[in-house]
């Protein structure tokens, strides 16, 4: 599809078995990527690791919380000593929680952002320094269509706000350092099939699937098509951007 022979790819929230980040990072890996697999999940980590390279791809995992500035330098760093370079970031690490704004606690919202927009800076500022250095860099955001409609799948309001900044933080960022090589764009995925839609009562489902005009979830390789795709030589000139990965589920 396209050529991420000699690049470095850094995949945060990747170590998840069922997750997005995996298919992410297979994706990566069979474009000819050296993929870091970047999780607090030790044996996630180990395990993606092992597909990757099961599929004759590489990969190093290291273990990180993006919660944490340290322990995200400590990562940029490793890479840096091992590989010299980052050419792109997937900001995939994220957290949700299933809870009105009547019950939520102050604690959960703290929470929320603290994964889903605090890490996803610290990750984006610790890695912009060596893009900047290369005059390259592709970063690419894990929003959700919940943080363009408010919700509606999964997840609280915490959840869909901790969405939305994603995409006001990616513009603003665009703005300032586009015109150094480095594009920042965002997907927004809807319901895909995940543990997260397997979670759901069948009921729930049935009505998030009439809301869906293709008629089922997405899967994780429809996302990662769109992610490689961004994070591409070939998507040079967009940056800033948003794409809809939802089955016409919300459409602007
Ligand atoms: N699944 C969906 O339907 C869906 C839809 C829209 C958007 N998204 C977004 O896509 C991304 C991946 O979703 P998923 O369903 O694959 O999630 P997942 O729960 O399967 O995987 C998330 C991974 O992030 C890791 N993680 C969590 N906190 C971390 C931290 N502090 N530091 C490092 N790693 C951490 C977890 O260990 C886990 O491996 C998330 O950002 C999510 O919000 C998912």
Same mark, same amino acid.
């Given at each position: 599809m396209f050529e991420f022979q000699d690049q470095v790819v850094i995949v945060t929230g =990747? !170590? =998840?078995?069922? !997750?997005i980040g995996r298919t992410i990072a297979r994706t990566f890996a069979k474009q000819g990527a050296t993929v870091i697999i970047a999780d607090m999940n030790e044996e996630g980590i180990k395990d993606t690791v092992a597909v990757i390279e099961g599929e004759g791809g590489k990969a190093m995992g290291i273990t990180v919380n993006v919660t944490s500035p340290e322990s995200v330098q400590q990562m940029v760093d490793t890479v840096m000593e091992k590989?010299?370079?980052?050419?792109v970031l997937v900001n995939n690490a994220g957290i949700s929680q299933k809870v009105t704004v009547e019950d939520m606690k102050l604690e959960d919202m703290r929470r929320i952002f603290e994964v889903n927009m605090f890490g996803l800076f610290l990750c984006t500022q610790a890695c912009m320094k060596p893009m900047r250095a290369a005059k390259y860099g592709r970063i690419v955001n894990l929003s959700s269509v919940s943080g363009k409609r408010g919700g !509606?799948?999964?997840?609280g309001a915490h959840y869909s706000a901790s969405k939305a900044a994603v995409l006001a933080f990616s513009k603003n960022l665009s703005r300032e350092i586009s015109a150094e090589g480095i594009t920042i764009n965002s997907v927004c995925p809807g319901l895909i099939n995940t543990e997260i839609w397997k979670s759901l009562p069948k009921e729930d489902a049935d009505k998030v699937i009439d809301g869906i005009p293709m008629g089922r979830p997405g899967e994780t390789q429809e996302v990662a098509n769109a992610i490689v795709f961004l994070a591409s030589k070939e998507a040079s000139y967009i940056t800033g951007e948003e794409i809809d990965i939802n089955g016409g589920s919300h459409m602007d």
């Open positions: =990747s !170590g =998840s078995p069922k !997750g590989y010299g370079r980052i050419d !509606g799948v999964f997840g």
